[in-house]
């Protein structure tokens, strides 16, 4: 038996910027999008066939008099200035979520006094904390690891936020952690912290670690580059160690389940990894086990 996660796919972020390219490129002959529009190297290939322009910043800068995506991820202010000095139409596909985000950062930012200090758990160089850390002028503390805690000024006061797919369990510890330094200098009320993590791609780790227990062996497909599908895959194979991570049907012919033939296999990727990808997956492995019995 195969059977594919019905939790895995696009979360509706990346759904809404994907629509949003296809829908213009029916009328339109390319669309720029500034970075890839999602973090699947076998999606971005299927959009670039239909004229997609995946475009770096460097690109960005010397465009001018056209339209350029904006995708899930968002962007940080500076984006905005240029396009509109270089007359360049843009199409914001950001995320609802990270949208949101973005502006509370700004906010608090702008409201807080010169003293303050703006943290954020996240990746750094990922694109959606570029654009939050964008919100506070770069003035804000990017935390990736126990490394950078040492750059809080515990003296100060500080406020922290999460890159929205960040895991709600290592964001906990990180909150303990800050708040037991910020404790130790009886400064306990000048650190404040805000859960900004989504939902919807928290509960995948829960959902993802049920679907690999329910079966004999799990294949796991993502891009590469996707944190969240490397974060999601850690996950699955601690659940059950007989997971694979796979970025391309053809790597299926390599797996040893193939010569196997287990009985119960899953199919589960990240909130980057298009749903068709994973059913020609299943596709394939259909079509190998039919030839072995045959």
Known sequence: MITIDRHSGFCFGVIHAIQTAEEYLTTHDYLYCLGDIVHNGEEVARLTRLGLRIISRDDFAGLHDTTVLIRAHGEPPETYFMASQNRVHLIDATCPVVLHLQKRIKSQYENSG???QILIYGKKGHAEVEGLIGQTGQKG?????????SL?????PAALYAQTTMSVEKYAVLVQQISNLYARQNNESFFTHHDTICRLVANRSRQIKEFAQQHDTVIFVSGEKSSNGLYLYDICKKANPSSFFISKVEQVDLLPIVQENSNSIGICGATSTPMWLM???KKRLHLIFSYLRA
């Open 141 to 149: 503390i990017v935390i990736s690891s126990d490394e950078d805690i």
């Open 152 to 156: 809080i000024d515990f003296s100060r």
């Open 279 to 281: 059913q020609q997956v």
């Open 114 to 116: 010169a003293d303050s």
